[in-house]
């Protein structure tokens, strides 16, 4: 089995781009969990199937192909709003978890980011970062990039977003988002991400060397 590193937060913390950057660093195999949420729900969205379906939905989740998921195409806002709705499904999670564990497990080692990674995914895992930020600076965040690219979006519509993903991605039953009990808590409201980069390095070279 490789080393894991396993990095959970809330939507638009900075987790995404740190966890490439740590996977790169290390020459990790890197999972984007949230990807396997989205990809459920587009299959389900494409097919015209409903979204309250526990059944269906689980039997789709189980179709997931790891190898076949694109960020570009699963990054509309309307696939996340969905993920976040059938990640509240405990047939869902259980297939999708089962698959992450597969890839947990990859030499020389993975990095795993999204919500529940250092609590249900993979316990044992010998580093474990929460990413977090407060919500007004994950939507000046999001709001920035979208403008960035050319696109339109009004702050308070995303702000508004921001908490209402929150509110669903940490009071569902079934693996609420939280930082697990040995995790290292990363608040990047006022640090730059190479700071944070910095920082998670060195949790992750004190326990190599320890491995
Ligand atoms: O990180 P993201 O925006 O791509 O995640 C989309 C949704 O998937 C998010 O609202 C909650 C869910 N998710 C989850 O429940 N558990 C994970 N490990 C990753 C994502």
Same mark, same amino acid.
Request: charged share 30%; aromatic share 4%; with cysteine.
């Given at each position: 089995m490789g080393f894991i590193i396993a990095i959970d937060g809330p939507a638009a913390a900075g987790k995404g781009t740190l966890?490439?950057?740590?996977?790169?660093?290390?020459?990790?195999?890197?999972?984007? =969990?949230? +990807?396997?949420? $989205?990809a459920t729900a587009k299959a389900l969205l494409d097919a015209g199937l409903a979204l309250d379906d526990e059944a269906v939905a689980g039997k789709i989740a189980r179709e997931v192909e790891l190898a076949g998921l694109d960020r570009?195409?699963?990054?509309?806002?309307?696939?996340g709003e969905a993920a976040s709705k059938i990640a509240v499904m405990p047939k869902v999670r259980r297939a999708l978890v089962e698959a992450q564990q597969a890839f947990s497990k990859r030499e020389p080692g =993975?990095? +795993?980011?999204? $919500?529940?990674?250092?609590?249900?995914?993979?316990?044992?895992?010998?580093?474990?970062?929460?990413?977090?930020?407060?919500?007004?600076?994950?939507?000046?965040?999001?709001?920035?990039?979208?403008?960035?690219?050319?696109?339109?979006?009004s702050y308070d519509e995303i702000f508004a977003d921001v908490k209402k993903r929150d509110a669903r991605d940490m009071g569902r039953a079934d693996s609420p988002l939280k930082p697990a009990e040995d995790a290292h808590?990363?608040?990047?409201?006022?640090?730059?991400i190479e700071a944070a980069f910095q920082a998670a390095k060195s949790f992750i070279d004190a326990a190599l060397k320890k491995n």
């Open positions: 966890s490439r950057q740590i996977a790169e660093e290390y020459g990790f195999h890197h999972l984007d =969990t949230g +990807l396997t949420y $989205r570009d195409i699963l990054s509309a806002h309307a696939i =993975t990095v +795993l980011d999204g $919500r529940d990674i250092g609590t249900v995914v993979c316990p044992d895992a010998p580093v474990k970062l929460y990413v977090t930020a407060s919500p007004e600076v994950r939507a000046r965040r999001r709001h920035d990039e979208i403008i960035g690219k050319g696109g339109e979006a808590l990363l608040d990047t409201s006022e640090m730059s």
